[in-house]
């Protein structure tokens, strides 16, 4: 990837140089000249210790492309990743609803009533790049899982309606303190 954008980065900088200023081009030529080279020892770098490690692990046989190995790991990786986003959504979510509850309090005074408002403006934020970031992973899964909509969340009101919970790889649901206290 680096590669590719030093290649870019490269191609850009000599378009852009206006024919006729010698010193301009050949300073373009010259940092062009560094990104790439700097990317392709980071390649080689990279390649070599690939090598390194194939031969500390054994690793005699390459996987290709499409293989069952590699679909495995495909699916394992991205079920990783999956299990990632999802962990971040629900921390936030339950961070929001913690927060909410707090406001919600009878006895809260003016001063910790505008932290609290701040702070749910900030975990909303927060929430919406979560939701994103899920939705995304949810479409790559192979069978795919419903997606997350922001109404879905703020309809919540306490964690046992949090149904992102039913698909955690960590079940909280039994857990005490997720039962509401009234």
């Known amino acids: ?17 206006h024919i006729g200023s010698l010193g301009k081009m050949h300073l373009a030529i010259n940092q062009a000249q ?13 390649e070599e210790l690939v090598g390194h490690l194939e031969v500390q692990l054994g690793i005699d046989k390459h996987w290709k492309i499409r293989s069952k190995d590699y679909n495995q790991f495909q699916e394992e990786a991205l079920l990783l990743k999956y299990h990632s986003v999802l962990d971040e959504l629900e921390h936030l979510v339950v ?7 707090k406001l919600l309090l009878s006895g809260t005074g003016y001063k910790l009533h505008q932290q609290i408002t701040k702070a749910l403006q900030q ?3 927060a929430i919406w790049n979560a939701i994103n ?9 192979v069978p795919p899982r419903p997606k997350v909509a922001w109404k879905d969340i703020v309809e919540y009101s306490f964690l ?17 303190w997720t039962a509401p206290a009234h």
């Open 133 to 141: 970031h899920y939705n995304t992973q949810v479409a790559a899964l």
């Open 95 to 101: 961070m929001y609803l913690f927060e909410l509850s």
């Open 1 to 17: 990837q680096e590669w590719n954008q030093a290649q870019e980065a490269a191609n850009c900088t000599l378009i852009t140089v």
């Open 160 to 176: 046992g309606e949090f149904d992102l919970l039913h698909q955690s790889h960590t079940d909280i649901q039994d857990a005490n």
């Open 123 to 125: 975990h909303s934020e």
């Open 34 to 46: 560094v990104c790439v080279d700097t990317a392709y020892s980071k390649l080689q770098n990279t």
